[in-house]
């Protein structure tokens, strides 16, 4: 079944495993950019998809299929986010509280570009990771982010040259 057939039988007919059947599909990509939001911490990352699966889920009425499922998820995911950084109590860059975190991703290259993505502003590691990690196009990067087109080509094209110039001058690509 599509996606759209799976949500009729979850919204019609309260099917669980028609949900389990999207959480399947859809569990590795969201955590993929859960991960790459929080710069490797899994354990957020994990915490993340599930809040944003429970959101889809008791929410799943509100989507009316004007975007793909896919783009409307990632928006209740990438809201779920920037709701987790507002509820954080302290004034601190949630880039910097990030940092301090113990990353759990493999070391070598993985560790290399979490640091890569670190320098880069929130929105440019947003749209570079929709992007390159996820493959969505410019159009549903704005959907999800709710950004006008134009802003996510410049956040992608700062994004892409501030991670190229960090990772030339640590040794890659050289």
């Not at 950019?33 to 998809?49: E, I, K, R």
């Not at 590691?125 to 087109?149: E, H, N, Y």
Request: glycine share 6%.
């Amino acid at each position: 079944m599509n996606d759209l057939s799976l949500v009729a039988q979850v919204v019609l007919f309260r099917n669980k495993r028609a949900f389990d059947q999207l959480v399947n599909k859809y569990q590795s990509p969201l955590r993929r950019f859960f991960l790459n939001l929080t710069l490797g911490d899994s354990q957020l990352s994990d915490d993340l998809a599930q809040e944003t699966f429970i959101k889809a889920y008791t929410h799943i009425t509100s989507f009316k299929g004007a975007a793909s499922f896919s783009t409307w998820l990632f928006r209740i995911g990438y809201r779920t986010f920037y709701d987790y950084k507002r509820s954080l109590k302290t004034t601190v860059d949630l880039t910097a509280t990030l940092s301090k975190a113990q990353p759990t991703a493999e070391p070598g290259l993985s560790m290399d570009l979490y640091e890569a993505l670190q320098t880069l502003k929130e929105e440019e590691r947003t749209c570079i990771t929709l992007q390159a990690v996820d493959g969505f196009p410019i159009g549903k990067i704005a959907d999800i982010t709710g950004m006008p087109a134009g802003t996510v080509k410049s956040h992608l094209s700062r994004g892409k040259k501030q991670l190229a110039n960090y990772l030339r001058n640590n040794g890659y690509g050289q």
